[in-house]
């Protein structure tokens, strides 16, 4: 009988997925928050969820503003358009650094491209 990971594919994904950075920051904050009630592990999940990191925050957003829109004055075609791109896509997830919030994420979206086999 074939599992859920039984795709060699999503085997691999999975195991890329449980050693990356932000796996090792949800083991460190999970253990750290262990001897929790239930209720605490739920408020501290809760205020991890709602967590935004610096990057996406108004001093740093208003920085990435400006700089993308002194790049599309610029007279150069589809420039502009290239800045907020890499913006959007690099930049942020560059730094926006490594946090437990991150794994949570990246496992549910990978849980929900799960296909039985």
């Given amino acids: 009988m074939r599992g859920w ?3 060699e594919q999503q085997m691999a994904e999975f195991l890329k997925l ?4 932000d796996a090792q920051q949800f083991r460190v904050w999970f253990h750290s928050n ?11 999940y ?4 709602c967590q935004v990191p610096s990057v ?10 400006a700089i993308t829109t002194a790049v599309d004055a610029l007279p150069v075609p589809f420039l502009g358009a290239a800045a907020s791109f890499i913006d959007d896509f690099v930049v942020s997830k560059l730094l926006s650094g490594r946090s437990p919030k991150f794994f949570v994420e ?3 979206s990978f849980a929900g491209r799960l296909k039985p086999h």
């Fill in 5 to 7: 990971l039984s795709d």
């Fill in 18 to 21: 449980t050693h990356s950075a």
């Fill in 34 to 44: 262990a001897n929790l009630s239930e209720r605490e592990i739920l408020k501290a």
């Fill in 46 to 49: 809760v205020d991890l969820l």
């Fill in 56 to 65: 996406d925050r108004a001093p740093a957003k208003a920085l990435r503003f």
């Fill in 106 to 108: 990246t496992l549910r």
